[in-house]
T-cell receptor
Framework: EAGVTQFPSHSVIEKGQTVTLRCDPI?????LYWYRRVMGKEIKFLLH????????ESGMPNNRFLAERTGGTYSTLKVQPAELEDSGVYFC??????????????FGPGTRLTVT | QKEVEQDPGPLSVPEGAIVSLNCTYS??????FMWYRQYSRKGPELLMY????GNKEDGRFTAQVDKSSKYISLFIRDSQPSDSATYLC????????????FGAGTILRVKS
């Protein structure tokens, strides 16, 4: 079974440009999450999809970030326009969605974003 | 103040040593406590989870949760060079959904 995949693995863009990150969850997983690790800091939650609906977007830093999950399959995270402080590693995770039990989140390898 | 505190290390030990990794937290509402292992250029991988207080053992790994002290630990027995990685603690409050709150991670190096 394929794990969570993310594309690209690394992106270098200039300040003010737009970047779109993609995440393909494990097949059959209804839940999809985005997290981010900025240099020297802990991994922080950005948002959570259940199928195509945003369940929790409390961690989105500002309106330059737009996440979508059309059709409840893959998800994209767009940063427009990118700022220097957006540099970091963006992780995607997915889980089956098991109410009342521990619902393990499986992480992708991350996309390393560098804004210059 | 961060919700979860974790010493970033690095922690360097000889092969075969017992390793103790720890996190403290401030939010008494946390219910699930997890340990993830992350190798370089990879995503975090769940090692163990514990619900509420107590101990849990899985092979060479033991996770402990002391809710009264807001302190969790991961012990690794007979450490191997392949255990060299970053170890992240993470926590969750059930009523807040599936959002994980992570510690900064501890870099562990096991020398052969």
């Amino acid at each position: 079974e394929a794990g969570v995949t993310q594309f690209p693995s690394h992106s270098v863009i200039e300040k003010g440009q737009t970047v779109t990150l993609r995440c393909d969850p494990i097949s059959g997983h209804d839940n999809l999450y985005w997290y981010r690790r900025v240099m020297g800091k802990e991994i922080k939650f950005l948002l959570h999809f259940v199928k195509e609906s945003k369940q929790d977007e409390s961690g989105m830093p500002n309106n330059r970030f737009l996440a979508e999950r059309t059709g409840g399959t893959y998800s994209t995270l767009k940063v427009q326009p990118a700022e220097l402080e957006d540099s970091g590693v963006y992780f995607c995770a997915s889980s089956q969605g098991r109410p009342g039990a521990h619902d393990e989140q499986y992480f992708g390898p991350g996309t390393r974003l560098t804004v210059t | 103040q961060k919700e979860v505190e974790q010493d970033p290390g690095p922690l360097s030990v000889p092969e075969g040593a017992i390793v103790s990794l720890n996190c403290t937290y401030s939010n008494s509402a946390f219910q699930y406590f997890m340990w993830y292992r992350q190798y370089s250029r990879k995503g975090p991988e769940l090692l163990m989870y514990t619900y509420s207080s107590g101990n849990k053992e899985d092979g060479r790994f033991t996770a402990q949760v002391d809710k009264s002290s807001k302190y969790i630990s991961l012990f690794i027995r007979d450490s191997q060079p392949s255990d060299s990685a970053t170890y992240l603690c993470a926590m969750r409050v059930v009523k807040y959904g599936n959002k994980l709150v992570f510690g900064a991670g501890t870099i562990l190096r096991v020398k052969s």
